[in-house]
């Protein structure tokens, strides 16, 4: 079975990639909870879905997706948006870096 991680960068591609999760959510029936409907299965049945997602000990789905940008902003929408309690991510594991050329010397 292949796995697909979906890498999206800079603000327009973390947008992007922010909506086609939801779309991609709706068409295994995930919920913004992170549930499942107990109709949809994925024990034995869709292999579709760990193309695309990794389930947690608790059954959970996890997004395979790497969301990368220098903007805070940006990924808080992602941290704060309708599916932002699907995954594991947190705030703590977001890490804002100044850019090299606020840091420049003059």
Not at 7 to 27: D, F, K, S
Not at 64 to 70: E, G, M, N, P, S
Request: aromatic share 8%.
């Amino acid at each position: 079975m292949q796995k697909c991680i979906s890498i999206h960068v800079g603000q327009a591609g973390v947008q992007i990639g922010n909506t086609c999760w939801e779309l991609c959510c709706l068409e295994h029936g995930i919920q913004p909870d992170g549930q499942m409907p107990s109709d949809k299965t994925t024990v034995g049945g869709d292999d579709s879905f760990y193309t695309f997602f990794s389930e947690t000990g608790s059954g959970k789905p996890v997004p395979r997706a790497v969301f990368v940008d220098l903007e805070p902003t940006v990924i808080g929408e992602v941290l704060t948006g309708t599916y932002h309690q699907l995954g594991r991510l947190r705030q703590e594991d977001c890490k804002f870096k100044a850019s090299l050329s606020s840091l420049a010397r003059p």
